[in-house]
């Protein structure tokens, strides 16, 4: 099987054919476009969600903490609680252990989230530090946010651009190797997109406004657009000119000859919302520093359709993330 997240049709045959929901309490869960599992509690919705951190050897404790509360932030609410998981292999240090744990503790504050517990164990099941974390959110019944409200026509908004979290690994893996070619403030500027990875703030501004969200995670923003197309049953319309590629980005992308809408994206918060609120949601998010931008919109069509220099190219179903070409 090839490295990263499993195939479309994989994670269909061999993971959801096989699981069902028991209780009818559990509002959502497992499902392809879904960031969250959704549990209601009383007159509160639970949510949880899980992701490991496998395709970095820099910055685990940042991105473990990041990207798992990016999933509660897609609901518009803030986490509150985070459980970690940490496999080391037998030649790790304890004072590796103890910057990871420095370092989660130091994005976890940023966020006011608390870590609650978790696992650490020395195994040599593994050749590299593995770190896997679920994130926890409570919301009100009226914050749940219902499929069905999406139709044709919604616009389709991206934050801070494509790319962020896979130009910064690869920068931080490949550093070297860049500096070879380009200049050390290109290469600075890729390695600290990875200070960008949280969309805990976008989805907290963007609740008022917005539909529904999708974290960008692997297979970029393509991945992403795929799975939203499937998870609201529409079609998808975008335009290449309108999606914002870093400058840093373009280049190490070009070198590696990777496709940057296609490469791993925490950092990136992909937003739907009503034609009327595009405009508020977009000068919103830049009054608060977040650059935002309106790249295409739902359609009847059930198309998947990328439209790069007048011509429309047909958006595929998410393999490996570019990611793995380079690291």
Same mark, same amino acid.
């Given at each position: 099987?090839?490295?990263?997240?499993?195939?479309?049709?994989?994670?269909?045959?061999?993971?959801?054919?096989? *699981?069902?929901?028991?209780?009818?309490?559990?509002?959502?869960?497992?499902?392809?476009?879904?960031?969250?599992?959704?549990?209601?509690?009383?007159?509160?919705?639970?949510?949880?969600?899980?992701?490991?951190?496998?395709?970095?050897?820099?910055?685990?404790?940042?991105?473990?903490?990041?990207?798992?509360?990016?999933?509660?932030?897609?609901?518009?609410?803030?986490?509150?609680?985070?459980?970690?998981?940490?496999?080391?292999?037998?030649?790790? %240090?304890?004072?590796?252990?103890?910057?990871? /744990?420095?370092?989660?503790?130091?994005? !976890?504050?940023?966020?006011?989230?608390?870590?609650?517990?978790?696992?650490?164990?020395?195994?040599?099941?593994?050749?590299?530090?593995?770190?896997? !974390?679920?994130?926890?959110?409570?919301?009100?019944?009226?914050?749940?946010?219902?499929?069905?409200?999406?139709?044709?026509?919604?616009?389709?908004?991206?934050?801070?651009?494509?790319?962020?979290?896979?130009?910064?690994?690869? !920068?931080?893996?490949?550093?070297?190797?860049?500096?070879?070619?380009?200049?050390?403030?290109?290469?600075?500027? !890729?390695?600290?997109?990875?200070?960008?990875?949280?969309?805990?703030?976008?989805?907290?501004?963007?609740?008022?406004?917005?539909?529904? /969200?999708?974290?960008?995670?692997?297979?970029?923003?393509?991945?992403?657009?795929?799975?939203?197309?499937?998870?609201?049953?529409?079609?998808?319309?975008?335009?290449?000119?309108?999606?914002?590629?870093?400058?840093?980005?373009?280049?190490?992308?070009?070198?590696?000859?990777?496709?940057?809408?296609?490469?791993?994206?925490?950092?990136?918060?992909?937003?739907?919302?009503?034609?009327?609120?595009?405009?508020?949601? *977009?000068?919103?998010?830049?009054?608060?520093?977040?650059?935002?931008?309106?790249?295409?919109?739902?359609?009847?069509? %059930?198309?998947?359709?990328?439209?790069?220099?007048? %011509?429309?190219?047909? *958006?595929?179903?998410?393999?490996?993330?570019?990611?793995?070409?380079?690291?």
């Amino acid at each position: 099987m090839k490295i990263g997240k499993l195939t479309i049709s994989d994670l269909k045959d061999l993971i959801f054919n096989n *699981i069902k929901n028991n209780n009818d309490k559990i509002l959502s869960f497992g499902e392809i476009g879904s960031d969250c599992a959704a549990i209601e509690v009383g007159d509160n919705i639970v949510y949880l969600s899980t992701d490991p951190i496998t395709g970095s050897n820099s910055g685990l404790g940042k991105l473990a903490i990041n990207i798992n509360c990016n999933d509660i932030a897609t609901e518009g609410i803030p986490p509150i609680g985070i459980m970690l998981t940490i496999l080391a292999p037998p030649e790790t %240090k304890k004072e590796e252990i103890a910057e990871i /744990m420095r370092e989660a503790q130091q994005e !976890a504050d940023k966020l006011g989230v608390s870590i609650i517990g978790g696992h650490t164990e020395i195994t040599a099941a593994v050749n590299k530090t593995i770190i896997s !974390a679920t994130s926890i959110g409570i919301g009100t019944k009226d914050n749940f946010k219902k499929r069905e409200h999406i139709t044709a026509g919604d616009r389709l908004i991206i934050t801070k651009g494509v790319g962020i979290e896979g130009t910064g690994i690869i !920068a931080f893996e490949k550093e070297s190797e860049l500096l070879d070619t380009f200049s050390k403030e290109l290469v600075n500027d !890729a390695k600290a997109l990875l200070d960008l990875t949280s969309v805990v703030k976008d989805g907290i501004i963007a609740n008022k406004f917005s539909k529904g /969200m999708h974290d960008v995670t692997e297979g970029g923003l393509l991945g992403a657009l795929w799975e939203s197309s499937c998870f609201y049953n529409l079609g998808v319309e975008i335009s290449y000119e309108k999606i914002f590629i870093p400058k840093c980005t373009k280049e190490i992308c070009n070198y590696f000859k990777i496709n940057p809408l296609k490469l791993i994206s925490s950092g990136t918060m992909l937003m739907v919302v009503g034609k009327n609120n595009a405009v508020p949601l *977009i000068e919103k998010l830049k009054e608060n520093n977040i650059p935002a931008f309106d790249i295409g919109e739902f359609t009847t069509s %059930k198309e998947k359709v990328l439209v790069k220099n007048g %011509k429309r190219l047909e *958006i595929m179903p998410p393999q490996s993330d570019e990611l793995y070409k380079v690291i």
